[in-house]
């Protein structure tokens, strides 16, 4: 029985593999054969940028357990910290695939060291003081990226830390031919765009075997139990904290790497991009589709991100039909006939593979 429960995991984790292969596939035609329009076409780096947002946040969320409204923080880090890193080997690294992937490492590890020092406070907190500090601390992650002035020349980075506001780009002393790449409260500007639907795709597959497969292990089991019983899983000698902190690091070091590949998209970005509502907006997509549910996330990432842009014809009334959608979609997935039908077919879908499998 272990066994075949086992065998219908790996199948599925299989399953979401293809899943994701066949729609890079699809897409990638559409595009090439401009079947898709330039709108559509903008949308695809974004969209996998939200989706390993969507699933790592999941992570948090769904598998730990954990509310956390900070995560458009992390999501900045990766995201200057790609840019600054991409725009200042510009000359070193003239292969841009070579410093997109190394943009989206750095962006992944300086939002996983993050990730470690606002866990330290933070995780001996649970429940809604755990929501209200991580949304606390994505702030202050955004207003201390505002506050930077980052330029770079032959001698190496020029980083101004500009809290009074009475600095500009010119105190940062360039020698000829230098640039500067992040102007503080402007952000950052004439970035070169180098990232691609490719490299999001490739990103996505990353997201999806690193979180599927600590699901799966001794380690994401533990995890797990320290969801659905913290006490239990501290009386058996799980190291609740460490487990927490796993997650939590995981988690944030993915929406790094998102962040570096969403910030090299755009030749102009500010930090306020990376605010609240963006944390919100994230967290609308793990919710829909379900907590725990990767798959679910994908999913409800790519209908909900690609809906406002498929009612723009509806002009001033596509955000209202948007909320009506949403609203809607939330009261039928938390219909109790909805989830009574939807489990006794996956029970029955269950017991014929199972009967199949023994036969």
């Avoid at 109790?336 to 006794?344: C, D, E, R, T």
Wanted: proline share 2%.
């Amino acid at each position: 029985m272990n066994i075949t429960k086992k065998s219908n995991k790996v199948r599925s984790d299989l399953l979401t593999y293809a899943g994701v292969m066949l729609a890079f596939i699809v897409l990638t035609l559409l595009k090439n054969n401009g079947v898709l329009n330039r709108s559509m076409t903008g949308l695809l780096v974004p969209i996998c940028c939200y989706i390993v947002m969507a699933v790592s946040l999941n992570l948090t969320v769904g598998i730990l357990g954990d509310l956390s409204l900070g995560h458009a923080g992390f999501m900045s880090v990766g995201a200057f910290t790609g840019i600054i890193t991409a725009m200042s080997l510009a000359d070193a690294i003239p292969s841009v695939a070579l410093r997109l992937a190394l943009a989206m490492v750095v962006g992944a590890f300086f939002a996983a060291i993050m990730g470690f020092l606002i866990g330290i406070p933070v995780l001996r907190l649970k429940g809604d003081y755990l929501a209200i500090v991580t949304l606390a601390f994505g702030e202050i992650i955004k207003e201390l990226i505002t506050c930077l002035i980052v330029g770079s020349d032959s001698n190496g980075l020029h980083i101004i830390f500009n809290v009074t506001g009475s600095k500009s780009a010119n105190d940062l002393n360039l020698a000829e031919g230098g640039r500067i790449i992040i102007k503080g409260a402007q952000g950052a500007t004439g970035t070169q765009t180098i990232a691609t639907f490719t490299a999001g795709f490739i990103l996505i597959m990353i997201t999806l075997v690193i979180v599927q497969n600590l699901i799966r292990s001794r380690h994401g089991r533990a995890i797990m139990a320290v969801r659905d019983n913290r006490i239990a899983a501290e009386s058996v000698g799980i190291p609740v904290t460490r487990y927490r902190m796993m997650a939590f690091v995981t988690s944030a070091a993915l929406a790094g790497a998102a962040g570096a590949l969403f910030g090299l998209n755009y030749s102009n970005l500010a930090a306020a991009k990376f605010d609240f509502n963006t944390s919100i907006l994230v967290l609308v997509f793990v919710v829909l589709g379900g907590l725990g549910n990767i798959w679910g996330s994908i999913l409800a990432t790519v209908v909900l991100y690609v809906l406002p842009e498929a009612l723009r014809s509806f002009a001033n009334y596509r955000m209202l039909i948007y909320a009506i959608v949403l609203i809607l979609v939330m009261l039928a997935t938390n219909n109790p006939i909805l989830k009574s039908a939807v489990a006794n077919f996956r029970q029955r879908f269950q017991k014929n593979k199972e009967e199949v499998t023994e036969q």
